[in-house]
């Protein structure tokens, strides 16, 4: 046990350590940002722009967990588990900035007054305090002592509230199927939706208005992140619905808005996503499946055909959002694209083939995958599926606007994936803690040994950290889903912003996605060497854990665009 000394020193240590990132992530964005033309030359200088990207983040991340500290500190609750982590975070990404610094320094170009500051004993000695070994292993037998569960109050009811619901319901109802789900690769069942359904899980982010909650994107990301820590699949059910409302809300008609988000709310409407193509990934803008506007038995619309592929759960879905070039012209990109709503039946099985009355149709297959199993994700040969011009997302206006919508949307499941990473990475913590709490080799449980504990202590603040990041993610895109803030790097709920560098809502989804998606697929990975054996049998579900993870710095933007496309390009414009 530590002492009240110690828990203000761990906390002043954070606030000098966490000050020193965010200046260095600040400096060195600027220096980038001169390097590359204000992001231009992003594509001669990727590697150094990786770097950027993820110095930026961890400082995000440093930011957010200490600002959570702060907060229970002056509010009277001191969490000096927290205290430790924030403390010992900062210190390892100070460490990881300076030493990245060192190795290339005219790329970095920090300051000299900076870089003396790194350099100086003071410094030097800070972050060794925060990276002694002797701390990581308090930090773990702490977490070990609680088999890994977490605290991390929240100062809002609503939020605070569904975590408990949500918790309750993963697991009673989650829980005794998730591992036969995985194993035997089935579809979801109907009666685990129709439960979510009821509970309302399908319309958090729905404005009350269109049937759905409200509960705002705080909300969704609890819910998400407590879903996910007994299934990934569970967690992601209500993805593609927050992809398609996003983009219904920021670009749809009132009519469609009406139309389309009760039913999606209620679950009565499944959505499944359509852009990725079988030669087509990241590349997004240069989508090949085409829609040409005709008519069908005096009925306007669009007669869509080509490919899609990893459509996530498009057997089952009732509905599609496509993306699709509605201008053949391919040298105009992205402002030849627009976006569909594309009704269909839904399927069970790994394989479907819908025929609809107008003569069009949509065959998949779906992909065998290691992991994320459940959902099944498919490729799709579709035939002059025929589409009424009413469901156009944004109508006439929404002709050519279809890639900026799907991007919209995009933010609002890369803020989901967070609370998916998170959840997982949280399984997989817990996980690794009960069994080394019961698995006794030489006389003793693993959890006494030192290394366990270091290990431990070292996953559970990651996953903090990510947590933090995440949430924070959450508020800035209810505050400003799309517009800079003017906050900093250093700009908690309560650490003093500065005039640092500039954030909004999209741009910390796609950080907070990074980080936690980062952290799920290490923390995982490690939870199953504390396993040893028995962790490699498909029996256990820490094997199941490190196969789902897998996938997260995959889908909503791959870790190498989303670095180099979202984050480092966002930096770098200012």
């Known amino acids: ?98 030493s990245a610094a060192e190795a290339d320094p005219d790329a970095f170009g920090l300051p000299a007054g900076l870089r003396q500051r790194l350099e100086g004993a003071d410094l030097r000695a800070l972050v060794r305090a925060g990276l002694a070994e002797s701390r990581w292993r308090r930090i773990g037998a702490k977490v070990l002592e609680a088999r890994g569960a977490f605290t991390a109050a929240l100062d809002d009811d609503i939020a605070n509230m569904t975590r408990d619901h949500a918790r309750s319901f993963a697991r009673t109802e989650v829980a005794p199927i998730a591992q036969e789900l995985h194993r035997q690769d089935l579809l979801v069942p109907e009666e685990l939706i129709r439960k979510m359904a009821a509970m309302g899980l399908f319309g958090s982010s729905i404005p009350e208005s269109y049937g759905g909650t409200g509960m705002g994107y705080l909300t969704m990301v609890v819910l998400t992140e407590e879903l996910s820590a007994v299934s990934l699949v569970a967690g992601s059910l209500i993805t593609r619905s927050e992809i398609l409302t996003r983009a219904l809300v920021q670009g749809g008609t009132e009519e469609q808005r009406r139309q389309w988000l009760p039913r999606m709310a209620s679950g009565e409407l499944m959505v499944g996503i359509a852009v990725t193509e079988p030669d087509i990934g990241s590349d ?26 990893w459509a996530t759960f498009a057997g089952r879905a009732n509905i599609l959002a496509l993306l699709a070039r509605t201008n053949p012209d391919a040298s105009l990109g992205a402002r030849g694209l627009s976006l569909f709503i594309v009704p269909k039946e839904p399927y069970e099985g790994h394989h479907f083939a819908h025929a609809q009355p107008e003569g069009g149709t949509i065959t998949g297959t779906a992909n065998p995958t290691p992991g994320y199993r459940g959902m099944h994700s498919f490729t799709l040969a579709i035939d002059r599926y025929f589409v009424p011009e009413e469901n156009l997302v944004g109508g006439e206006a929404g002709l050519g606007k279809g890639f900026y919508l799907q991007m919209g949307g ?3 499941g890369r803020l989901q994936t967070g609370g998916r990473a998170t959840g997982v990475g949280q399984a997989a913590l817990e996980k690794a803690c009960n069994y080394a709490s019961d698995r006794r080799q030489f006389g003793r449980p693993i959890a006494d040994y030192q290394l366990t504990q270091h290990k431990i202590g070292r996953m559970a603040t990651h996953v903090a950290a990510g947590r933090h990041l995440t949430y924070a993610a959450a508020r800035a895109m209810e505050a400003d889903p799309s517009a800079p803030a003017s906050a900093g790097l250093r700009a908690g709920s309560s650490t003093p912003a500065n005039a640092g560098l500039r954030m909004s809502g999209g741009l910390e989804a796609a950080m907070c996605k990074l980080f936690a998606s980062d952290v799920a697929v290490w923390v995982s990975q490690e939870a199953q060497l504390i396993h040893g054996g028995w962790g490699y049998s498909e029996e256990d579900p820490v094997a199941r854990y490190v196969a789902d993870a897998l996938v997260l710095p995959i889908f909503e933007g791959v870790k190498p665009i989303l670095e180099l496309k979202v984050i480092a390009r966002q930096l770098l414009a200012g």
């Open 410 to 412: 995009f933010a609002a």
């Open 284 to 309: 997004v803008a240069s989508v090949t499946c085409r829609a040409a506007p005709g008519e069908h038995s005096g009925k306007r619309g669009w007669f869509i055909e080509g490919p899609k592929a």
């Open 1 to 98: 046990m530590t002492t009240e000394k110690t828990e203000s020193e761990a906390l002043a240590g954070a606030r000098r350590l966490s000050a020193v990132a965010a200046e260095t992530a600040e400096s060195a964005v600027a220096a980038a940002a001169r390097l590359t033309e204000g992001g231009k030359l992003i594509d001669q200088h990727q590697v150094h722009a990786e770097r950027i990207a993820q110095l930026a983040t961890q400082a995000r991340a440093a930011a957010e967990l200490l600002a959570y500290a702060e907060g229970q500190a002056n509010a009277g609750r001191r969490d000096e588990l927290a205290e430790e982590e924030a403390f010992a975070f900062a210190a390892e990404v100070v460490h990881n900035a300076r």
